[in-house]
């Protein structure tokens, strides 16, 4: 499952978590009794916990986000590590690598700076442009993935 879909699932699951709580919240709240006389749950009250449950799911959420972004950094950096292990193996074979080979590579060099600066910019994103940077991410990183997988056919 990508990352992207992992914290959406999450999201969700939150977001509906905390309306659930909320739901059973005013109910038991509109119900219930004391021994003596029913309690009054003011307008008040029930901002405050409205107010609380929000919190503590945007504190959640920023952490799922945080735990995305890192995902999104291993992802990177193992395709640096692949990528250099690539050069390393066209240098080894005294540069008889094909030309089609050591464009791919350079190809996939630049794409994967360019995927770096897209993770940088979604360390700064929120809202919309997180949907846009994650899809764009996702889609760089499949791409280098199948390259080094081309790449990777040609040393085999």
Known sequence: MKAREKFERIFNLTLVAVLSAMVLFLAFSCNYESKSEKEDVSSKDVKEEMKEASETTAAYLDEERKEM???????????????????????ATGNKASQQTKNLVDSLKKRQSKAAAELEELRESSGDAWDKITDGLDKALDEIGNGIEEANEEFK
């Open 69 to 91: 972004i890192d995902e999104y950094q291993k992802q990177v950096d193992k395709a640096q590590d692949q990528i250099n292990e690539l050069q390393n193996k066209i240098k």
